[in-house]
């Protein structure tokens, strides 16, 4: 497989800047087992749903891990934290015109510092003065995603988030889980329809587009997930009733097949670097809601895998032809697992 084959042009009018006014207004494209396409609201998710099914989000919160500093110099540069190492210290990345040496000493808002200790594929090690989740809260921003090219506001802390959301730690959203109200979900439950949890918290990888040519000599960033024993359970006791595993979001799949890599779902902490490309054979689950995704994303070739390289070829263009809104703020699919589609 090639990079080129995942790729297709967007108008940019479609990338979804702004979140929807309500939650469950979005569009919804549908994909069934066959193949067949159909149009619908988000809420019509509930036709679609089976007295049985387990729908399996994904917990993790958001943090305002976007920092505005300068240097010494008065120069201003930007830092987004990627992962909290502990209390004081976090790996990130650092916008600037000259790449920062050891020791080097960032200032935010002259109240805080942090100065660079080390530099690891491509993360830089900040030792900060202050408990960065008290300097995150104080002044941290909401790290909207590169294409939405503008400044964070009130909106997005409420709505670049999930209502589920407990455990903090990503700095992207999952992003299939801002179509949930509270009130669809209580319709969910209502329809005997199990609810579980796992924990994946995004990083900014997810937004890396695949460099190289063939896509099996791409190196797949690692993000930290968790999966636990009530899980486990939970999945053995929808395969005995013959229900089906839905996954809301790549990032819920990603922890269950990464949990799954024995064949049966196990208590699972620790990191995940699955690349998930066609050819890749499902364990777990059985349908997938998800947004729209990148070009040439690894996102974008999870997604094939799952429902077929022609499908979602088709399921792209006729999206785009309708005008469905795209990416994290965008509309959302339900796939129906497609093992055997092209």
Not at 46 to 67: C, K, S, W, Y
Not at 124 to 141: A, V, W
Request: glycine share 8%; proline share 4%.
């Amino acid at each position: 497989m090639h990079r080129n084959d995942f790729t297709y042009n967007l108008p940019d009018e479609l990338i979804a800047k702004y979140p929807t006014e309500r939650r469950a207004d979005s569009r919804l494209l549908v994909v069934n087992g066959d193949g067949l396409i159909e149009h619908c609201q988000f809420p019509d998710l509930l036709e679609h749903m089976r007295p049985g099914d387990l729908m399996v989000f994904n917990n993790t919160q958001v943090i305002r891990a976007r920092l505005f500093g300068k240097k010494g110099t008065g120069g201003r540069l930007e830092v987004l934290i990627e992962r909290i190492l502990d209390s004081n210290t976090a790996l990130a990345h650092i916008r600037m015109s000259k790449t920062p040496k050891q020791e080097f000493k960032i200032y935010f808002e002259d109240r805080y510092t942090a100065i660079v200790s080390d530099k690891r594929n491509g993360l830089f090690t900040l030792n900060f003065d202050t408990s960065i989740s008290q300097i995150l809260d104080s002044i941290g921003h909401i790290p909207l995603p590169p294409y939405i090219d503008r400044e964070d506001n009130e909106i997005d802390k409420l709505r670049y988030q999930t209502i589920y959301a407990r455990r903090p730690g990503a700095v992207a959203a999952p992003t299939a889980g801002l179509h949930f109200d509270q009130q669809l979900l209580n319709s969910i439950k209502s329809m005997d329809v199990d609810i579980g949890f796992v924990t994946l918290h995004v990083g900014s990888g997810t937004f890396q587009p695949v460099r190289v040519d063939r896509i099996e000599d791409h190196k797949m960033h690692s993000e930290w997930l968790e999966v636990g024993k009530k899980l486990g359970r939970q999945i053995r006791e929808t395969r005995l009733r013959g229900g089906r595993v839905i996954a809301v979001g790549t990032t819920s799949a990603r922890c269950l097949e990464t949990a799954a890599k024995d064949g049966e779902t196990k208590e699972f902490r620790g990191y995940t670097d699955l690349f998930i490309y066609p050819g890749y054979k499902f364990r777990v689950v059985d349908a997938l809601i998800t947004n729209f995704h990148l070009p040439e994303s690894t996102l974008l070739m999870l997604v094939s895998a799952f429902a077929g390289c022609k499908t979602i070829k088709q399921v792209y263009r006729e999206a785009i032809s309708k005008r469905y809104r795209f990416y994290s703020y965008g509309d959302a699919m339900f796939l129906a697992h497609r093992p055997n589609a092209d």
